[in-house]
């Protein structure tokens, strides 16, 4: 599929990589000269610089026939001025990265209307979102939601001497009473899909697959339920703090923000009422240990600075804070700031990869049962994917133990008129259903491609 | 340094050469040659050996590359197709020192198409021979790797490397967003364009085998011919045949891609195309005024100046008449001729018109800004302004290819010829053209074995443009610190 990009900042390079590795001719375009080098140097791709509303370079670029045109450059209006050209010199579907809250309220759906836009991304909510979600139930590392949040999938990080060392996956289920499905678990840099004889060892990262209700009870039963956090500090002021804030204020949390700006701060103030603001840096362990950190529940750290936000975390942990988060946009430090001690590691641009990925990949199969969600687990060596179940003989009606699956494909869900199912070897797949599957090692563009 | 990355792409193209071997081992058992037959064999077989072996041991996993590992691969693996593309010829004993041979299947890959060979010695090869000699010529047109490129699925996306060290021209761009899709749409014309022009000479009554043997030649823009007197005996229309398509491979390949995806204008607008053009027809022009008094009619004059001038600056090297005695004029027209070159892009050697040009200029916009030094200057080519770094290369390229330039004609010049043998063979060894003047105007076996090897690395150097080859030979970039 040829898609084009304009602008190749943070999310612009980081979805050129992954939809690259999708297998996608990519034209990028950009105008730093230095950057198109750079990229052309690592990706497979074709470079062009030049300004993208620009119609004779998105023409050069071949915009006529490409099918997806994404603008993710630092200005919202450049984005959708870009992307309403590109529609209109023939590209298939176009994505825009708006991010101004102005425009993300009721007004979004006019405007995406008047400039005929695909979808709009605003990486900053989508963080807050994940952020939010992980508040609500710490006990986990990284959650995600399936098919309106009939079915999660939440990463755990075993400790060294966890309860689960050496358990057999078969007697779990026994032991806790959880419908609780463990799809996959990644032990050094090697990634699993287990069967019922595997057994669990300590530091293993674990992927688990239930309803929302069915995961507490599980964490309840081995004693590693975090209640819900009440008492939230947020560092840095920026939007995905914003959003945060709405979100947290409006279930009821105490919400504290440390910003160094003064400016910044009191516009803060103006837009959330209900939250502390403090002015001050965050960098000092004074003022935080002054305001408070020790009573937290949780510490967010959301400053531009990938470094100062993981030390600070850190800090936070050595304070004795149940649940330090802190936002890391560069990829190699992710697994540093994991391996340091910081509970959960969010990167919204890797977020929004994720998304455009699993975009593009409903759009490539928009016939068969395609993919409606698509979450990477386990630092992208295993992907989950929800898919729409259409009329398919080869998979309808089948019990699953009779279908002949792929190696490293497991079926966690399935969902059917909002109930959903745990499988078992005698459930079935019928067509209307939404069915989570995890792969490893495979990139799956149709429910079919399950099958040998 | 990712040496195994190195060494297992060089595996590669051995067991690539190891099946290219079967082409002439083909013809030989067409024409029943029993002994060309067994050396093609022997020859594939230590290619495959050797290319398997190495391939094996040097597997990695870790496949990444940079800019230096795709100089070391470009020069490492026509090194090595070049040593073992001449084995043929002395396990079959048609030449027999083996410099000899490397020089002759250097001078077939880089498409020079200078040979040591005489001309009774040339008809006398088996026609196998002659048809992996010619082969060799359109196989390094358009470059090994980017061969192996084609045919292969590559691993990480950063082959661009190689394809950068390999492809001929100061700026080297993809065509398509997926190198290995432009690889094959790159092959695909060439392939195209030399099936057309088989056509056209067969059309001629040219015999098939003939046919063949020099669109190879042609298309790599490379020169080696089968016959003592190059292409002279053939009809005219076959020479013009060949002098349209000597013209035709000079021309940078993306405006043949633009073409075919029907953007005609914009390829007709190339600056480069009309500079050549110009180029080519003032060179005719002076020529055939040139040689006017020397006897020939005036349909001869046309055909052999502008056989001739077609043939120099594609770099090819056929000829239909004795250069050797044409006026110095014209001589000299041609020798500048071999330094200019065709456009970047091409199957031809030489500076390459776009780099001709973008020196040109730079000269030009410092000119300016001496006369005013506050004055702002950008260079432009082809419409787009190009970078401080990419004049800064060009520059360098042009510093660096004239102290090689120098060194080789010392060196050569050991053995003791005039001065116009000298400066010929070496000019047109450098630039992958062919032909020589003076005394190695028949061939290129009046030079000691030394001499031989030297060439056959002049060769080289212009063929990848000088910095693989360098960059290969020092140390610097194989130390692991």
Redesign the interface.
């Given at each position: 599929m040829?898609i084009l990009i304009v602008g190749c900042g943070k999310i612009g390079s980081t979805l050129l990589a992954s939809l690259?590795n999708e297998g996608h001719?990519?034209?990028a375009i950009d105008m730093d000269?230095a950057v198109i080098t750079e990229l052309?140097?690592?990706?497979?791709?074709?470079g062009i610089c030049g300004n993208g509303v620009d119609s004779d370079i998105l023409i050069e670029a071949g915009v006529k026939d490409a099918e997806l045109f994404i603008a993710v450059t630092g200005s919202d209006e450049f984005n959708m001025l870009s992307c309403f050209i590109a529609k209109k010199l023939g590209a298939s579907h176009t994505i825009a990265r708006i991010r101004t809250p102005e425009y993300n309220d009721d007004s979004l759906t006019f405007m995406k209307e008047q400039l005929e836009l695909s979808l709009s991304i605003n990486p900053e909510f989508l963080a807050a979102q994940v952020l939010f979600n992980v508040l609500k139930s710490p006990s986990a590392v990284k959650i995600e939601t399936f098919s309106g949040r009939h079915l999660e999938m939440v990463e755990l990080r075993l400790k060294p001497d966890s309860i689960f060392d050496g358990v057999k996956l078969s007697e779990l289920r026994e032991k806790y009473k959880a419908k609780v499905l463990i799809c996959c678990v990644k032990r050094g840099d090697d990634m699993f899909i287990p069967d019922g004889n595997f057994i669990l060892r300590g530091n293993d990262t674990i992927g688990i697959t239930a309803t929302h209700a069915e995961i507490q009870k599980f964490f309840k039963a081995a004693g590693m339920l975090k209640k819900q956090a009440r008492n939230v500090m947020l560092l840095g002021g920026s939007r995905t703090a914003v959003y945060l804030s709405e979100m947290l204020l409006s279930i009821g949390c105490n919400v504290k923000i440390i910003e160094k700006d003064l400016t910044k701060a009191k516009v803060l103030c103006e837009t959330l009422p209900g939250a502390v603001i403090i002015n001050g840096d965050g960098a000092q362990q004074e003022l935080l240990v002054e305001e408070g950190i020790k009573d937290l529940d949780a510490f967010v750290s959301l400053t531009g600075a990938d470094e100062e936000n993981i030390l600070i975390s850190i800090f936070a942990s050595s304070q004795g804070v149940p649940k330090t988060i802190s936002k890391v946009n560069r990829e190699e430090l992710v697994t540093m700031a994991e391996k340091l001690g910081v509970d959960t590691v969010v990167s919204p641009k890797k977020m929004i990869s994720d998304q455009l990925v699993s975009y593009a990949r409903a759009l490539q199969n928009s016939l068969g049962s395609n993919v409606e969600t698509l979450y990477k687990l386990m630092d992208g060596d295993a992907e989950a994917l929800e898919f729409n179940v259409v009329a398919d003989a080869r998979i309808n009606g089948i019990p699953l133990k009779d279908l002949k699956l792929k190696s490293n494909i497991l079926i966690a869900g399935i969902i059917r008129d909002s109930k959903t199912v745990i499988p078992g070897g005698n459930d079935v797949i019928l067509a209307g259903d939404r069915v989570v599957v995890i792969a490893a090692g495979q990139k799956l563009s149709d429910l079919s491609d399950i099958l040998k | 340094m990712n040496r195994k990355m190195v060494f297992y792409t060089t595996g590669h193209i051995l067991i690539l050469e190891a099946i290219l071997f079967m082409l002439p081992l083909l013809c030989s058992v067409i024409y029943s040659e029993t002994s060309s037959v067994i050396a093609f064999a022997i020859s594939a077989g230590i290619a495959l050996g050797v290319g398997l072996i190495m391939s094996a041991l040097s597997y990695t996993k870790n496949k990444l590359i940079f800019?230096k590992e795709g100089f070391a691969i470009v020069a490492l693996a026509w090194l090595a197709v070049s040593a073992v593309g001449a084995l043929p010829f002395v396990i079959g004993k048609f030449i027999p020192s083996y410099v000899d041979a490397f020089f002759e299947t250097v001078s077939g890959f880089t498409t020079t198409g200078a040979t040591i060979l005489s001309g009774t010695q040339i008809e006398a090869m088996s026609k196998g021979m002659l048809f992996w000699r010619s082969f060799t010529h359109w196989i390094g047109g358009m470059g090994v790797l980017v061969f192996l490129m084609a045919i292969l699925p590559?691993d990480?996306?950063?082959?661009?490397?190689i394809m950068r060290a390999e492809v001929p021209g100061p700026i080297v761009?993809?065509i398509?967003?997926?190198?290995r899709?432009t690889a094959k749409i790159l092959y695909l014309i060439y392939i195209g364009l030399t099936v057309i022009m088989v056509g056209f000479l067969l059309a001629g009554k040219m015999p098939l085998y003939d046919s063949l043997v020099h669109a190879f030649g042609t298309a790599g823009t490379g020169g080696f011919g089968i016959k003592a007197d190059s292409v002279a005996s053939y009809s005219p229309y076959l020479q013009w045949v060949i002098t349209a398509f000597m013209l035709i491979f000079g021309i940078n390949f993306n405006l043949y891609f633009l073409i075919l995806i029907g953007k005609f204008t914009s390829a007709i607008k190339s600056r480069e195309l009309w500079c050549f053009g110009g180029i080519v027809a003032v060179s005719i022009g002076a020529i055939a005024i040139n040689i006017s008094s020397i006897g020939y009619s005036i349909s001869e004059t046309i055909r052999h100046s502008a056989f001739q001038v077609a043939s120099i600056i594609s770099t090819s090297g056929f000829a239909t008449v004795d250069m050797n005695a044409w006026p110095g004029f014209s001589k000299t027209v041609l020798l500048i001729l071999m330094f200019i070159g065709s456009c970047a892009g091409s199957t031809a050697g030489g500076l390459k018109i776009s780099r001709v040009m973008l020196l040109f200029k730079t000269v030009k916009a410092d000119l300016r800004k001496m006369l005013r030094p506050r004055s702002v200057n950008v260079v432009k080519l082809e419409g787009k302004t190009v970078?401080d770094a990419t004049i800064h290369s060009t520059s360098v390229y042009l510093i660096t290819y004239f102290i090689i330039f120098l060194a080789l004609i010392l060196i050569v010049s050991i053995d003791g010829f005039d001065m116009e043998t000298t400066l010929s063979s070496v000019t047109s060894c450098l630039n992958n053209v062919g032909p020589a003047f003076g005394k190695a105007s028949a061939s290129f076996s009046v030079f000691s074995d030394f001499s031989t090897l030297i060439l056959s690395f002049a060769m080289l150097i212009g063929r990848l443009e000088i910095f693989p080859i360098l960059l290969a030979l020092s140390p610097a970039t194989w130390r692991k610190k």
């Open positions: 040829k690259t001719d990519i034209v000269p052309t140097n690592i990706h497979d791709v074709m | 800019a590559t990480s996306g950063r082959s661009i490397h761009g993809k398509v967003p997926k190198i899709e970078d």
